[in-house]
């Protein structure tokens, strides 16, 4: 008997784990709460997320990933073990083959580091393989054909671009501007404009509530924090209006990402583009309105793929059982 065949997305916000033949049977977020005087773990996942914000002084809650990068490698390689051992016990006898998506603008150094994270935490082999491909398999496109398919993935960290045909990525760009972002912009703008200042579990839990890019009927919900006049506790109404304001600028990034790309792909493409229209996966793509707004600023259908959320780790996972089939632009590491 061989250990499980597993893809991990890796988020800087989430992270879900595909076990071949079984699906998504993991999707928690990426935060670790870690004892400061003893520089000892005390939780991994939805237990640790539910301390950020909220943690004595000597306990913080930190997210080990930025920008859907490694930024702190040791925390990294106890959270992807601890999810792992979850998934499969003990990885003694049965270790698994662990195929892991990283952002199609990551550098060979940090493609290094999430190659090591995932054959010091117990993997038999370890691939990589970049977000947008896995998004687009995860989305049920035929990637290994001669046409072109346009994916947006908008993540946690990175929002990643790219044209794919004939198992490769074509032209692609990797933003720095995605879902935390967005949250921070909310964070700001509520700050600026009712001296208000909110934490970032409230603010995305504004986006995912009532956020938009296009407003219509307005809606709009209580928001408390601390009035940074008076120092004292406060609520004010916040508008779907004041979120999509707030959310201006990443929205404006990532469309005009999408612009660039689309101006960088060969004509033949561009032409498969238009006729299959723009696919976007990921929880931003989410945003109401977001695809609407992308159809108009592009004057190319786009549409949220079916269960975008979970597309980058099931794409993760089948394209473990597709290497021989994928012309991958990732690195390979065998033990």
Do not use: W
Not at 62 to 74: K, S
């Amino acid at each position: 008997m061989m250990g499980k065949d597993i893809g991990v997305d890796l988020g800087t916000a989430t992270v879900l784990l595909y076990v071949r033949g079984e699906g998504v049977v993991l999707r928690e977020p990426s935060v670790v709460a870690i004892d400061k005087d003893t520089n000892k773990i005390l939780a991994v996942g939805e237990e640790a997320k539910r301390m950020l914000g909220r943690t004595p002084g000597n306990v913080v809650a930190i997210r080990p990933l930025r920008d859907g990068v490694i930024a702190d490698y040791a925390v990294t390689e106890a959270m992807l073990k601890y999810f792992l051992q979850k998934v499969c016990g003990s990885m003694r006898f049965f270790r698994p083959r662990v195929m892991v998506c990283i952002p199609s603008g990551a550098t060979d150094v940090e493609k290094r580091a999430v190659l090591e994270a995932t054959i010091h935490v117990g993997a038999r082999d370890a691939f990589l393989i970049e977000e947008p491909m896995a998004a687009a398999i995860g989305a049920g496109l035929d990637v290994s054909e001669p046409t072109g398919n346009m994916v947006v993935d908008i993540g946690g960290g990175t929002t990643d671009i790219a044209v794919i045909s004939l198992g490769g990525i074509v032209t692609s760009e990797s933003l720095r501007v995605a879902g935390n972002k967005m949250d921070e912009c909310i964070l700001k703008y509520i700050r600026k404009k009712y001296n208000l200042l909110i934490g970032e579990q409230t603010a995305e839990a504004l986006k995912l509530r009532i956020g938009t890019v296009m407003p219509r009927d307005k809606v709009s919900e209580e928001v408390r924090g601390r009035d940074l006049v008076k120092g004292l506790p406060s609520s004010v109404e916040i508008t779907n209006e004041d979120i999509a304001e707030a959310l201006m600028e990443p929205v404006r990034e990532i469309i005009n990402g999408i612009k660039r790309v689309l101006e960088l792909t060969p004509p033949e493409l561009a032409a498969d583009i238009i006729d299959r229209g723009i696919v976007l996966t990921g929880g931003g793509s989410l945003l109401d309105g977001f695809a609407e707004l992308v159809t108009k600023e592009t004057d190319i259908p786009a549409y949220v793929a079916d269960n975008a959320v979970e597309c980058v780790a099931i794409g993760t996972g089948k394209a473990l059982e597709e290497l021989d089939r994928l012309r991958l632009v990732s690195i390979t590491r065998r033990r």
